[in-house]
C-alpha cells in the first residue's frame, strides 16, 4: 500500500485534496501524468471566483495569491449576457489569479505537509475497487522507470474532463446535446483587423493576456462542433480556419507563442462515489466554461471530501458519513450542468435563439433576475437536517448549511475573524453566549474540535455555531440552550465521542 488515499490529477483539485488529507494526518500519493508543474493547460484559466478564494482563506492559502495584487474582475456573464456585479462586489467578483499561480501555491502547501507527488505517473488500469464489496483498491501505474502496482484504502479521480479514473472505474455519466470547440492562442501584440464580436455559430475574441499585459490572447468558440481529431497537435492551419468559420473571413494570423484546444461536451456522473472509488472536479462534472465556475466548483468538491476522507482513514467517521459527499456534492454539479447548458441554449442554434435572446437581455435588466443569474453557480448551501430535527427552510437559520461567514469576533486574545480559525481543519464551535451556552462535555472530540469562547456578535446572531472543517455551519443555536441539539451535530460530523465506535472499513461502507 503506497498510502491509505491515492489521489490522480494534480490541478487545483487534487493538489488542494492532498493537503488536506496531509492537514488531518493522512498519508496521500498523488498521480500526475504531466512531468513539467507550468504546462500550457495550466495557463488556460485565469480567474478565480470569490467562493473559491473565500475557501482558500479557510487554510490561509490566498495569502500569497493576494501579495501578487491580482485585479479584481468586477463583472460576470451568463450566455455572453455581462451581469451588473456594481453592488455585489463585496462578495461577488473574480480575481484574474492565472491558475498556474494557484496550483504552484497549493502544490507547495501539499509538499510541505508531506505529501507524496509523483509527477510524469499515469494511472493504466484500476483492477480493484469500484465495487461495495472491495477492501481496497488496486491500480496499475506507468512511470519513468516502468510500470508499477499499488494499492490504496482509497481511489480519487481529480484527472480532469478526460477523467482515466472516471472511465477505468466504470462511473454512468449524463451527456449533454450541444457541443463546444475552440482554441486559444497567445500573440505579442494585436492585428487591426482583430476584432471581437459575436456570431451565429460561435466568438471571435482578442482579449488581454492574464500575465503579460503587453500581449494579447485570441479565443474561438464553435457551437454545434467537435475537433476533427481531438488527439492531433494543435496548428496555426486549425486556428485560421476555426476563425472562418465563425467569421467568413480569412483572417492574417502569424505564429502564436502558445495554443490550446479545448472541447466538449456536458457531463455529470450518476453518482459521485463507486465502492471505493471518488471523484472529484470535472472528473465528474463537464460542462461549459465561464467566469472560473469551473475551479470554484471543483476545489468545493475537494474541500466536501477531505475531511470526511480523513475521518474514515483515522477511524472515528460515523457511518454514512462518505456517502454525504455525493448527496451533497452531485445536486450542486448538477446545478452547474442545468446553468452552464442554459447558457449554451441561449447560444445555438442561431436560427432559434435570437426572439430568445432579444427577451433574456430584458429580463437581465431586473435587479432581482441579475443578482439571481450571479448566484445560480456560486453560492454553496446544503440541505442541512437530522433525525427528528429535521430544519425547515422557512424556520432554518440563514447560516445553516452555508460557509461560515468572515466575521470578526472579540476573544480574550483579541478580535479573530471566524474563517482564520478553521486553519487547522478540524471542526470549530463557536461559543458567543457570554458564558450561558449549555454544552456536553467535549473532551471526547479532542483532536477534532477546537473552541473559540468569544463575546455575543450580533453579525451573527445566534448564540453558538458549530462548524465542520470544511467551513460550513452544521448546527446553529440562537438561545445557547440546546445542548442535546450539539451533541447530536457533533456525533453526526464528527463522530462519537473518543472516535472508537468505528472503523475505517465500516466507516467507508
Known amino acids: 500500500m503506497s498510502a491509505p488515499v491515492l489521489v490522480v490529477g494534480a490541478g487545483p483539485s487534487g493538489l488542494f485534496l492532498a493537503a488536506e488529507l496531509r492537514l488531518a494526518g493522512v498519508e496521500v500519493t498523488v498521480l500526475e501524468r504531466s512531468p513539467d ?9 485565469h480567474m478565480l471566483h470569490a467562493r ?18 491580482p485585479p479584481v474582475w468586477p463583472m460576470i456573464h451568463f450566455g455572453n449576457f455581462w451581469l451588473d456585479l456594481s453592488k455585489l462586489l463585496a462578495t461577488e467578483h473574480s480575481l484574474m489569479i492565472p491558475q498556474a499561480n494557484t496550483v504552484r501555491v497549493l502544490e507547495e502547501r501539499a509538499r510541505e505537509l508531506g505529501a507524496d507527488i509523483r509527477r510524469g505517473h499515469t494511472l493504466t488500469a484500476v483492477e480493484r475497487g469500484p465495487d461495495d464489496d472491495a477492501d481496497d483498491v488496486a491500480v496499475r501505474v506507468s512511470g519513468p522507470d516502468g510500470e508499477y502496482d499499488l494499492t490504496a484504502a482509497y481511489l480519487v479521480g481529480c484527472d480532469g474532463e478526460n477523467s482515466t479514473v472516471r472511465a477505468l472505474a466504470g462511473f454512468a455519466t449524463r451527456r449533454g446535446s450541444i457541443s463546444w470547440y475552440g482554441l486559444l492562442a497567445d500573440f505579442d501584440e494585436a492585428d487591426g483587423e482583430w476584432e471581437s464580436a459575436n456570431y451565429p455559430t460561435g466568438i471571435f475574441a482578442v482579449v488581454p493576456h492574464p500575465v503579460h499585459p503587453t500581449r494579447v490572447r485570441l479565443m474561438t468558440m464553435e457551437f454545434g462542433r467537435l475537433p476533427d481529431d481531438p488527439e492531433a497537435a494543435e496548428t496555426v492551419d486549425e486556428l485560421r480556419a476555426s476563425i472562418a468559420r465563425i467569421t467568413g473571413r480569412d483572417l492574417t494570423v502569424g505564429q502564436p507563442d502558445w495554443i490550446y484546444r479545448y472541447s466538449g461536451l456536458t457531463q455529470l456522473v450518476t453518482s459521485y462515489r463507486r465502492g471505493r472509488v471518488f471523484l472529484v472536479g470535472d472528473a465528474a462534472h463537464v460542462h461549459y466554461f465561464g467566469a472560473g465556475h469551473g475551479t470554484s466548483t471543483s476545489l468545493h468538491d475537494a474541500a466536501n471530501l477531505g475531511w470526511k476522507l480523513a475521518g474514515a ?3 472515528w467517521a460515523p457511518p454514512g458519513l462518505l456517502d454525504t459527499y455525493h448527496a451533497e456534492r452531485h445536486p450542486v454539479g448538477d446545478r452547474v450542468r442545468m446553468s452552464t447548458d442554459a447558457q449554451l441554449a441561449l447560444q445555438y442554434p442561431p436560427e432559434t435563439i435570437g426572439p430568445l435572446r432579444d427577451m433574456f437581455g430584458e429580463l437581465v435588466a431586473f435587479e432581482d433576475v441579475n443578482d439571481h443569474l450571479v448566484r445560480t453557480i456560486t453560492e454553496v448551501r446544503y440541505p442541512i437536517s437530522y433525525p427528528g430535527r429535521r430544519f425547515k427552510p422557512a424556520s432554518a437559520h440563514p447560516l445553516l448549511g452555508r460557509p461560515v461567514p468572515a466575521v470578526d469576533v472579540d476573544t480574550s486574545g483579541g478580535a479573530v475573524t471566524l474563517t482564520g480559525t478553521l486553519h487547522g481543519g478540524r471542526g470549530v464551535l463557536v461559543d458567543a453566549s457570554g458564558g450561558t451556552l449549555r454544552r456536553p462535555d467535549l473532551t471526547g472530540w479532542a483532536g477534532r474540535l477546537d473552541v473559540v469562547t468569544a463575546e455575543p456578535s450580533t453579525e451573527l446572531d445566534a448564540a453558538a455555531l458549530l462548524v465542520r472543517p470544511d467551513g ?13 441539539g450539539l451533541e447530536l451535530a457533533l456525533t453526526t460530523w464528527l463522530g462519537a465521542p473518543g472516535g472508537d465506535d468505528t472503523t475505517p472499513a465500516e466507516a467507508g461502507r
Do not use: C, Q, Y
Open 37 to 45: 508543474r507550468s504546462t500550457g493547460e495550466n495557463l488556460r484559466a
Open 472 to 484: 460550513v455551519v452544521a448546527w446553529v443555536d440562537r438561545t445557547g440552550t440546546d445542548a442535546a
Open 313 to 315: 482513514i483515522n477511524g
Open 52 to 69: 473559491a478564494a473565500d475557501l482558500l482563506d479557510l487554510r490561509g492559502l490566498m495569502d500569497p495569491l493576494r501579495k501578487e495584487d
